[in-house]
Structure formats: C-alpha cells, structure tokens
C-alpha cells in the first residue's frame, strides 16, 4: 500500500526542497519513494525540477536517502 506525503521544505547540503510523492512503509527503503512532484528553492523562489531531464537525477539520487530518514522520523 502506497501512502501519499507532502514535504513542504526540506533542507540538505545541496539546496532547499519541496518534495510530493507516494511512499510504501511496508518496506521502508529508497526504492519504496515515488517522487511525483519536486521543487527546489531558487533566488525568486520554487522551481519545478522535471523528471525527465538527465542532469536533475542527481538531485533524486542525491535526496531520496534524506527524504528517507524523514519520512521515517
């Protein structure tokens, strides 16, 4: 069963996010993350990162393990 989140700010290392997705807390692991909307926060404010850019990976690949810890906490 896959549960909807809304994470309205989460700041790492790499930059500011607002992240939106479906998680399934039955497993509990960074596959278990389905980001379906991600922003992160520019000079005027949010910008939309689109999945279907090469370069924006990094940042799914880079946050989904602290995205992790918190949707655990």
């Given at each position: 069963?896959?549960t909807?989140?809304?994470?309205?700010?989460?700041?790492?290392?790499f930059?500011?996010?607002?992240?939106k997705g479906?998680?399934?807390?039955?497993?509990?692991n960074?596959?278990s993350?389905e980001i379906?909307s991600?922003?992160?926060?520019?000079?005027?404010?949010w910008?939309?990162?689109?999945?279907?850019?090469?370069?924006?990976?990094?940042?799914?690949?880079?946050?989904?393990?602290?995205?992790?810890?918190?949707?655990?906490?």
């Open positions: 069963m896959k909807s989140f809304t994470i309205n700010r989460i700041t790492t290392s930059g500011i996010f607002r992240v479906l998680w399934c807390t039955q497993y509990e960074i596959d993350v379906t991600l922003q992160i926060m520019g000079t005027d404010g910008v939309r990162i689109s999945h279907q850019y090469e370069e924006n990976a990094q940042y799914i690949e880079t946050l989904l393990p602290a995205l992790l810890l918190h949707l655990k906490a």
